[in-house]
């Protein structure tokens, strides 16, 4: 994530929690000036400010960084979660094997069935024959 990035979503924040930059810069400790140098890219983010602007905004760093909420994980059960994708995952296996045997014997049909195609060409293929050498020609 670039600096531009990191701005753009500390100044959505900011309005979406309606705070004007005086008190974003009030809060920091900087002056007005200072925080619209930062806003507009003038000025790099240090850490510590995106500390203080994630408390004051109450927001996690991480949506200030990213521009979106992590997902919670408090109170999930990974055990829990890790058998059920677990028995999904053993569910489409089994169906993909069962897919593939199905295509299979599907191939093996029409291998079959261009075997007796190929055999039925050959008997008349060889009913032609015996019948031009008799003189009888179709």
Same mark, same amino acid.
């Given at each position: 994530m670039d600096n531009a990035s990191i701005k753009k979503n500390i100044r959505k924040v900011r309005k979406s929690r309606k705070f004007t930059q005086e008190e974003m810069a009030h809060k920091l400790g900087i002056s007005l000036t200072?925080?619209?140098?930062?806003?507009?890219?003038?000025?790099?983010?240090l850490n510590g400010n995106l500390l203080k602007m994630a408390s004051f905004l109450e927001t996690p760093t991480e949506e200030l960084v990213l521009g979106y909420r992590p997902a919670q994980t408090e109170g999930v059960d990974i055990k829990k979660l890790q058998k059920e994708y677990s028995d999904k995952s053993n569910i489409l296996t089994k169906r993909i094997s069962d897919l593939e045997n199905l295509v299979?014997? %599907? +191939?093996?049909? =029409? &291998?079959? %069935? +261009?075997?007796? =195609? &190929?055999? %039925?060409n050959e008997i008349i293929l060889m009913l032609k024959k015996m019948l031009a050498e008799k003189g009888e020609g179709i």
């Amino acid at each position: 994530m670039d600096n531009a990035s990191i701005k753009k979503n500390i100044r959505k924040v900011r309005k979406s929690r309606k705070f004007t930059q005086e008190e974003m810069a009030h809060k920091l400790g900087i002056s007005l000036t200072a925080y619209r140098d930062f806003e507009k890219g003038g000025t790099s983010i240090l850490n510590g400010n995106l500390l203080k602007m994630a408390s004051f905004l109450e927001t996690p760093t991480e949506e200030l960084v990213l521009g979106y909420r992590p997902a919670q994980t408090e109170g999930v059960d990974i055990k829990k979660l890790q058998k059920e994708y677990s028995d999904k995952s053993n569910i489409l296996t089994k169906r993909i094997s069962d897919l593939e045997n199905l295509v299979r014997a %599907k +191939d093996q049909t =029409i &291998a079959d %069935k +261009d075997d007796i =195609i &190929a055999s %039925k060409n050959e008997i008349i293929l060889m009913l032609k024959k015996m019948l031009a050498e008799k003189g009888e020609g179709i």
